[in-house]
């Protein structure tokens, strides 16, 4: 049923435009709803993207990437705050859910309607809009060393799908892609949103949900119309869906006074990176990032390749700097690769309580955490030995380098030192998870947050539990099966 | 409801009640004609003089705070941003009420374009500064008088006054979020057009207040305070002589302290009553005679309530405001939120919010930091460095931010400690020695401190294209190597 907006209301109103904002308001202005998006960040054109990655954090990422995740092991984590949220900095890489996890998703949340079958239409609908493909062509080097090493090791790896079909190699899947390759929402969802007359207000960043009993009237939100003139508005809303992403979600909740399960939970995939020397050129700055995954220990642990440019190997390599700033000359002969983990460790998010509006987050990590990291060192960097790699350099403070396979092995009965590592993700969900578990969760099976009428979520946030893959897939089924169902349902 | 105009009958006829009762408690008892001589045998110069001076200097000095309370939002020029406080006290001279704070938040919003509730706020955080600064002056001073019972009452009340004021300003400015949430749902009830005024007048606190979140503004507005009741106590010091009486700081700073907190009780234009009273009995309780402490009294009045008011007067025809269009400005402020749309969805305005404030350029820290973790560098590439790093510190939450730069604190003393040094002012190669002690060595909270910046630092330079050219000279690049190919 159509609901246009009055002239004094939203119809439905959208915050944040990520994989999850994006697929709502296109699904609900296709069905003829009257839907607004907010977004913090800014719109920016095609040329604006691929800058140095000094001017993206700048321009595309929350905080200008300065959004550490704090614990006894610190964590750094970077999210984007611009039209498109993440999958605009993000590597493009395609997931389905794979079918142990919505298994448990089931077993533990109560999450109804979300089985592999069940998700599958949406799955395919979401691969087709961001044709997402393989690669089609030859591998560059970064990957096909990679691949050497998963093959002499015997493990099972396997070449992710892209949502980046056309890839020309610019290696700038960090700082947006210029090319238009790499299907991030502000390409191929909202355009296409838009056009079924779905509003989006960027600049423009929520600070409350304005609540009256159990309803949801609007939302008190600052929006920057001019350089340097920032407003605060009030936008009235019939139907609010929550989709700032796995952190902001639940800070906005909190903020408002919505705290039942919210932000109790953060989920991540801690990642340690490292960086292999090889006797050939590698020239991985100027490649697409290492395209394979290896997922013979998975879901615990996979291993996979990351972004590289001069500036992150340096940082890479800074934490052992004095005796491994000299590499620096070899970077050509360098890729950057990493291990990551299915956090099991307890986090949560919460809004600043001193100064603006920022949002703490904190995460322990796990003794299995630990281990599942350590063991994935041991197996990285013995495979990247194994493919050809002179050094291995990983980012832990006190273990310059591996040379030699037995000191790669050690840490599989060894730990790794906590007070060294230099940990970061750009994964994190479940701060909002969903399910018919009223005692675990925020939010009913469709995001529909439980104790309040037209409330949802529809993000990461949402995912019961870390899903031990690229999340975006997950989010962008998920979010579109509850986007049809509040159009079937809500009145 | 009472109309506009009796409201304003019964503030000027309880003003005139209070200055009535306090004459009278002032005088009564009063031998006029010893009152006379000691007016005859006064020497009111060059003390008067001077006090006047210390209290120009007083006005200057509030000026100058005000100009640090507002550089946020704009950058007022130090004169005007005195005529402006000094508008507000000849306006408190003139008018009932205290409405010269009212009438300086007008002035303040015409010369620099803010909201009036925020005008307002940075006024009240003014007085509540004020009221601190007298309060710690008050303590002062009676460490070094006579110990008096009534003294002991005003600075338990004050206290009481200002704690309680001072704990709301620390709530708005430092967990806004707490006090724009309270505004929201306590007003939700009253329908969306309270709840609009109430989080409008609550967002032009929190940006009026946001100034004192900086630490470093906070300080110096602080001491500034000190500095002005400082120089005030000292007007009072200086008219001592005038009447025989020993040229004492404590005893005038004392006199300065409980008159400034009688007068917020409400009397007559210019505080006449209270201001002579409280005066009066401060200077009794030190051992002076009642009739040589009114007349004292007297003559501080004057020379707080001339110069200023003269000085208020031409402020006033400089800028060619009138009172009137001020207040209607304010009003005009004050009107609705409006409903507008913005690229076709409905909203509805409520308040204009500070502006985010980019960092300022790289601290000499910073530069220094950068120039030791890099390797040798053009000045101008580490001055670069030094600014990015800058701006991504400034970009951390404000909890790690400040914790950074305590850390950072506590790494200059520790520096200048051990070697008997600046850290910015050491030659290269031994800052170099010093950064890596920190930054690499054993101990992990050390190295987490400096995790950041060194990693801002190298991130930062070896993105430079220079840096990379230098790495890989162009003629040694291969095109993209690819194993086998389409």
Redesign the interface.
């Known amino acids: 049923m159509s609901t246009p907006?009055?002239?004094?209301?939203?119809d439905v109103l959208v915050i944040g435009s990520g994989a999850g904002g994006a697929v709502t308001a296109l699904e609900l202005a296709s069905a003829g709803r009257g839907v607004?998006v907010l977004e913090e960040g800014a719109r920016h054109q095609l040329a604006q993207y691929g800058a140095?990655?000094?001017e993206a954090?700048?321009r595309l990422y929350r905080?200008?990437?300065?959004?550490?995740i704090?614990g006894p092991v610190?964590i750094g984590y970077v999210e984007g705050a611009c039209l498109g949220g993440s999958t605009e900095i993000n590597s493009g890489f395609w997931h389905r859910t794979p079918r142990e996890v919505l298994l448990r998703y089931e077993s533990q949340f109560e999450l109804q309607d979300a089985s592999p079958e069940a998700l599958a239409p949406h799955f395919d609908w979401a691969e087709k809009r961001l044709h997402v493909s393989l690669r089609g062509?030859?591998?560059?080097?970064s990957t096909?060393v990679f691949s050497r090493g998963i093959e002499a090791m015997g493990w099972s790896g396997q070449e992710v799908p892209r949502a980046a079909s056309g890839c020309q190699?610019s290696n700038t899947c960090a700082t947006g892609c210029p090319k238009g390759a790499k299907q991030g929402m502000s390409r191929a969802i909202l355009p296409d949103a838009e056009r079924a007359g779905a509003?989006?207000?960027t600049g423009c960043r929520a600070?409350?949900l304005?609540?009256?009993k159990r309803r949801v009237?609007g939302v008190?939100a600052?929006?920057?119309?001019e350089p340097?003139?920032?407003?605060?508005?009030?936008?009235?809303a019939d139907h609010v869906f929550v989709c700032a992403g796995p952190t902001e979600t639940p800070a906005l909740l909190r903020?408002?006074?919505i705290k039942y399960h919210v932000g109790e939970t953060l989920r991540i995939h801690p990642m340690l990176k490292v960086v292999a020397r090889f006797p050939?050129?590698?020239?991985a700055?100027?490649?697409v990032l290492p395209l394979i995954q290896v997922k013979e220990f998975w879901p615990e642990v996979s291993l996979g390749g990351g972004f590289f440019?001069?500036?992150?190997?340096?940082?890479m390599?800074?934490d052992?700097?004095?005796t491994t700033?000299g590499e620096?000359?070899s970077?050509?002969n360098m890729a950057a690769y990493y291990v990551a983990v299915r956090g099991t460790g307890d986090g949560h998010v919460r809004?600043?309580?001193?100064?603006?509006?920022?949002?703490?987050l904190r995460y322990d990590l796990s003794e299995e955490d630990h281990i599942n990291l350590s063991h994935g060192l041991a197996r990285l960097a013995t495979l990247l030995l194994a493919a050809g790699a002179e050094e291995v350099f990983p980012t832990v403070?006190g273990i310059p380098t591996i040379r030699k396979e037995l000191d790669a092995v050690r840490w599989l009965d060894e730990r790794l030192p906590r007070?060294?590592l230099?940990l970061t993700t750009v994964h994190a969900f479940s701060t909002c998870p969903i399910g018919e578990r009223q005692d675990r969760c925020a939010a009913d099976s469709f995001g529909k947050v439980f104790r309040w009428e037209n409330l949802h979520v529809n993000d990461a946030s949402m995912l019961p539990d870390s899903p031990g893959v690229n999340p975006q897939g997950t989010v962008m089924a998920l979010a579109r099966r509850n986007a049809l169902r509040f159009k079937d349902t809500a009145s | 409801m009472p109309s506009p105009r009796s409201q304003r009958a019964v503030i000027v006829l309880l003003g005139a009640l209070g200055s009535a009762v306090f004459l009278y408690l002032a005088a009564r008892r009063l031998d006029f004609a010893a009152v006379a001589a000691t007016w005859k045998t006064a020497r009111p110069l060059p003390w008067v003089a001077f006090a006047v001076v210390c209290y120009v200097a007083g006005q200057l000095v509030r000026g100058l705070r005000l100009r640090v309370l507002v550089r946020r939002e704009t950058a007022l020029p130090w004169l005007t941003a005195t005529n402006i406080v000094v508008i507000g006290y000849a306006s408190n001279n003139v008018f009932p009420a205290r409405l010269g704070e009212l009438v300086r938040a007008g002035v303040l919003v015409e010369r620099t374009g803010m909201p009036f509730g925020e005008a307002l706020t940075i006024t009240f955080i003014e007085r509540l500064l004020d009221g601190m600064a007298i309060l710690v002056v008050l303590v002062g001073a009676a460490a070094f008088s006579l110990h008096a019972d009534t003294i002991d009452q005003v600075a338990k009340l004050a206290a009481v006054i200002f704690g309680g004021a001072l704990l709301v300003v620390v709530v708005g400015v430092?967990?806004?979020?707490?006090l724009?949430?309270a505004a929201?749902?306590l007003t939700?009830?009253l329908g969306?057009k309270w709840?609009?005024r109430a989080?409008?007048i609550t967002?032009h606190i929190i940006n009026g207040g946001a100034c004192l979140?900086d630490p470093r503004t906070a300080l110096a507005v602080s001491l500034l305070s000190l500095v002005v009741w400082a120089l005030e106590a000292s007007m009072f010091v200086c008219v001592l002589p005038a009447f025989g009486i020993a040229l004492r700081f404590p005893l005038g700073a004392l006199a300065m302290s409980v008159t400034n907190l009688g007068i917020l009780v409400p009397s007559t234009p210019g505080y006449i009553g209270p201001f002579h009273y409280f005066c009066q009995q401060t200077l009794m309780t030190q051992g002076i005679p009642s009739t040589q402490a009114l007349a004292y009294a007297v003559l501080v009045h004057l020379a707080f309530y001339v110069p200023v008011t003269a000085w208020g007067a031409a402020a006033i025809l400089r800028y060619g405001v009138e009172v009137g269009r001020t207040v209607a400005a304010a009003r005009a402020a004050r009107t609705a939120?409006a409903?507008k749309t913005?690229?076709?969805?409905?909203?509805?305005?409520?308040?204009?919010?500070?502006?985010?404030h980019g960092a300022a350029g790289p601290g000499e820290l910073m530069v220094a930091l950068a120039e030791a973790?890099l390797?040798p560098c053009e000045p101008r590439a580490a001055r670069e460095v030094a600014a990015?790093m800058e701006?991504?510190?400034a970009?951390?939450?404000?909890?790690?931010r400040t914790m950074f730069h305590l850390g950072m604190t506590f790494f200059r003393f520790a520096v200048r400690v051990r070697h008997v040094s600046s850290f910015c002012g050491m030659p290269i190669e031994r800052r170099r020695a010093v950064v890596?002690a920190w930054?690499?060595g054993r101990i992990?909270l050390l190295?987490?401190l400096f995790?950041?910046v060194?990693?801002l630092a190298?991130?930062?330079?070896?993105?430079r294209p220079e840096?990379?050219r230098a790495?890989?000279p162009a003629d040694s690049?291969?095109r993209?190597?690819?194993?086998?190919?389409?």
Not at chain 1, 309 to 315: E, Y
Not at chain 1, 351 to 360: I, Q
Not at chain 2, 395 to 400: T, V
Request: hydrophobic share 40%; aromatic share 6%; glycine share 8%.
């Open positions: 907006a009055s002239a004094e209301r939203v607004c140095g990655s000094l954090m700048e905080r200008r990437g300065m959004t550490p704090t610190p062509r030859a591998w560059p080097k096909a190699d509003r989006i207000l600070r409350m304005l609540t009256s009237t008190l600052e929006i920057e119309r340097g003139v920032r407003e605060m508005i009030r936008i009235d903020r408002s006074g050939e050129r590698i020239d700055h100027e490649s440019t001069p500036g992150h190997l340096a940082m390599l800074s052992n700097w004095l700033r620096m000359a970077f050509r809004p600043s309580r001193v100064g603006d509006a920022t949002t703490h403070y007070t060294g230099s | 430092f967990v806004p979020n707490v724009l949430g929201s749902r939700a009830p969306a709840r609009d989080l409008r967002t979140r939120p409903s913005v690229d076709g969805v409905p909203v509805h305005f409520i308040a204009h919010v500070e502006p985010a973790f390797p990015f701006g991504q510190i970009a951390l939450p404000p909890s790690l890596d930054a690499f992990a190295r987490q995790r950041p060194r990693s190298v991130l930062a330079y070896y993105e840096v990379v790495l890989a690049r291969p993209l190597a690819v194993v086998g190919g389409k």
